[in-house]
């Protein structure tokens, strides 16, 4: 048996796609454009492509991208300043801080400085504890995109073994709280898991967010079970630079109903989530009805 290669290039497209159209559709009809604001400061390489890419994306789907690009030894007090105006900024529906930030400066005080209706990260810890709760919140890219593409696969997921692997407050703690809202049987596993194969093995829906290259082999995984790998790691194999992800790809799809490659899999769903939570946070600024299946 040979599991389902899902395609998230496509589905982000599509997604895209839907965005702008409900772009359009505001302006047309009420002339709102969505704007998204882009904050980075310093020159991490990895971070100036995202940015670049999340900037371009944002203008094809028709909304305004607004970039502030900071030097690295930009003040903490400076950064927050600009987190003000920018909340304050009625043609701003949307802020993200792009992360890391350089070490002098504390990354929980400014998300949290920023208005939760805008945090399209959904990083604030208010909108951490809506979603903990069950209630409307801005919901993380990533884990959002993870859950579309799930939905998607199987219709409904009520009462599926879910196991995530990784405990961030980024992927994994979120994508638990998803998953639970979904009605699964939601296990939390990492690194510290006495037996995380028995525990995997267990999985109906099994996400890897843990940043370890290839680190969940195929055995690991329940035959027909749906593999979502989250990590992006960057291997040198055979004297070239590779992207692998958490899960070994070709012993997993062997077992698996259907998983997520890397590249082309989560990754271009992230970035098309961002846009979708733009547009929410937009029609929810305005109190205009809020577009079906871009949010969870
Ligand atoms: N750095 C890596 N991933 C992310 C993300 O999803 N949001 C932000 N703000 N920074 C990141």
């Not at 510290?192 to 028995?198: F, H, P, V």
Request: aromatic share 2%; proline share 6%; hydrophobic share 45%.
């Amino acid at each position: 048996m040979t599991g389902h290669v899902l395609d998230g290039k496509a589905f982000a497209a599509k997604l895209r796609a839907q965005v702008a159209q409900h772009v359009a559709a505001l302006k047309e009809a009420h002339g709102i454009t969505p704007g998204l604001a882009v904050v980075l400061v310093g020159e991490d390489p990895a971070s100036q492509v995202y940015v670049r890419s999340k900037g371009k994306q944002t203008i094809e789907v028709g909304m305004t991208s607004f970039e502030h690009k900071l030097d690295a030894e930009t003040s903490q007090a400076a950064l927050l300043d600009l987190i003000d105006r920018l909340n304050a900024d009625p043609e701003v529906h949307g802020i993200l801080v792009q992360l890391p930030l350089p070490s002098h400066i504390n990354a929980d005080l400014v998300i949290n400085r920023i208005n939760p209706a805008k945090d399209v990260d959904g990083f604030h810890i208010s909108n951490v504890g809506l979603l903990g709760t069950g209630q409307k919140a801005m919901v993380p890219c990533t884990p959002l995109g993870c859950l579309m593409m799930l939905r998607d696969h199987l219709g409904s997921l009520s009462g599926l073994n879910a196991v995530v692997v990784g405990r961030s407050n980024i992927v994994g703690k979120p994508m638990a709280q998803l998953l639970l809202g979904d009605s699964c049987t939601v296990t939390i596993a990492h690194s510290r898991t006495r037996d995380l194969a028995e525990t995997c093995r267990h999985a109906d829906i099994l996400v890897a967010a843990v940043g370890r290259p290839e680190m969940i082999p195929g055995d690991w995984v329940k035959p027909g079970a749906t593999v979502i790998d989250v990590g992006i790691n960057r291997i040198e194999r055979d004297g070239k630079t590779r992207l692998v992800g958490d899960v070994h790809f070709e012993s997993a799809l062997a077992a698996a109903g259907a998983i997520t490659p890397v590249p082309g899999g989560v990754g271009p769903m992230t970035i098309a989530c961002l846009l979708a939570n733009t547009l929410t946070a937009t029609c929810r600024a305005h109190g205009l009805p809020e577009p079906e299946g871009l949010t969870a």
